[in-house]
Nanobody
């Protein structure tokens, strides 16, 4: 059973930084994509960034480009989201999610790159979420 555990959320002032971690376990496929989604109160869930574990392809939604960096450590099955220059509008619960299998992972990335937004339909496993609050 796939398990995803997020950590690193918290309260930070605008302009500050946080690094989120997503520790993954239980995968049966040799390749997958990890995506970060966020949901603010009263708003729809939004895909923020994703990365494939086999070739490191990445996607960022426009609002975080230049501020957020996604990375992976395949040895520890951990994906990080470094968030710099945080803004109050980044406040949300952040979830990591996994798209398993080489084909599904590739679809998740290529679809996001083509459409300019991530689709949750490729991500079958989800973590419990971690709260990020940015004060003004």
């Amino acid at each position: 059973e796939v398990q995803l555990v997020e950590s690193g959320g918290g309260l930070v002032q605008a302009g500050g930084s946080l690094r989120l971690s997503c520790a993954a376990s239980g995968f049966t496929f040799d390749a997958y994509a990890i995506g970060w989604f966020r949901q603010a109160p009263g708003k729809e869930r939004e895909g923020v960034s994703c990365i494939t574990t086999n070739d490191g392809s990445t996607f960022y939604t426009d609002s975080v480009k230049g501020r957020f960096t996604i990375s992976r450590d395949n040895a520890s099955d951990t994906v990080y989201l470094q968030m710099n220059s945080l803004k109050p509008e980044d406040t949300a619960v952040y979830y990591c999610a996994a798209a398993q299998g080489r084909i599904t992972a590739a679809q998740a990335i290529t679809t996001a790159q083509a459409m300019g937004r991530m689709s949750a339909i490729y991500f079958g496993s989800w973590g419990q979420g971690t709260q990020v609050t940015v004060s003004s």
